[in-house]
């Protein structure tokens, strides 16, 4: 899997209006902050300009990679080796870290990303076994800027979810 061919395929998407705005979240975006793990896809989170009360519909997107070659799986469609997921924001946390997604630059294309204070803020509000193990890794090794985490959590109701988060993960025995 080429994450480097795969960002210009989804730049192309965003150019030619298949897509709007997006940003790689999840845990290919954690792992551009911090050590790497496993992840079995790669989740790009979309803007979907749809009128109120209408369906989010995944057709045009389809369309567009099925004509250009590549194949469905499940819920993926195989874009240069990677299985990528196509969400919408599900969370108005989420939906903020779209708005706020952040430019870097992977293999010499540009892409945007999650910041790793958002990342951590969904990893505690999403709150599975691994989203808890990925938040302890990056509060020890992914030097996130605690304070606007804290502004984020606690914009987004989660502040005492972060405490008992504390108690149970990151008090020393």
């Given at each position: 899997?080429?994450?480097?061919?795969?960002?210009?395929?989804?730049?192309?998407?965003?150019?030619?209006?298949?897509?709007?705005?997006?940003?790689?979240?999840?845990?290919?975006?954690?792992?551009?902050?911090?050590?790497?793990?496993t992840t079995y896809d790669l989740d790009i989170f979309i803007v979907?300009?749809?009128?109120?009360?209408?369906?989010?519909?995944?057709?045009?997107?389809?369309?567009?990679?099925?004509?250009?070659?590549?194949?469905?799986?499940?819920?993926?469609?195989?874009?240069?080796?990677?299985?990528?997921?196509?969400?919408?924001?599900?969370?108005?946390?989420?939906?903020?870290?779209?708005?706020?997604?952040?430019?870097?630059?992977?293999?010499?294309?540009?892409?945007?990303?999650?910041?790793?204070?958002?990342?951590?803020?969904?990893?505690?509000?999403?709150?599975?076994?691994?989203?808890?193990?990925?938040?302890?890794?990056?509060?020890?090794?992914?030097?996130?800027?605690?304070?606007?985490?804290?502004?984020?959590?606690?914009?987004?109701?989660?502040?005492?979810?972060?405490?008992?988060?504390?108690?149970?993960?990151?008090?020393?025995?």
């Open positions: 899997m080429d994450l480097n061919r795969t960002i210009p395929v989804l730049n192309d998407m965003e150019r030619l209006g298949v897509i709007q705005r997006y940003a790689i979240g999840g845990a290919v975006a954690a792992f551009l902050y911090i050590e790497p793990g979907f300009e749809t009128p109120p009360g209408s369906l989010i519909t995944l057709g045009p997107i389809y369309a567009f990679l099925l004509g250009r070659g590549y194949e469905a799986n499940r819920e993926n469609i195989i874009i240069e080796g990677w299985p990528v997921q196509f969400l919408p924001p599900g969370t108005p946390l989420v939906a903020e870290a779209l708005d706020q997604s952040i430019s870097i630059e992977v293999g010499g294309e540009q892409t945007r990303i999650f910041s790793k204070e958002h990342l951590m803020a969904i990893c505690l509000e999403t709150g599975r076994p691994k989203d808890y193990a990925r938040l302890v890794q990056f509060v020890e090794e992914g030097t996130p800027d605690m304070n606007r985490f804290m502004d984020i959590v606690g914009r987004s109701g989660l502040l005492s979810k972060w405490e008992r988060f504390k108690l149970r993960f990151l008090t020393p025995l």
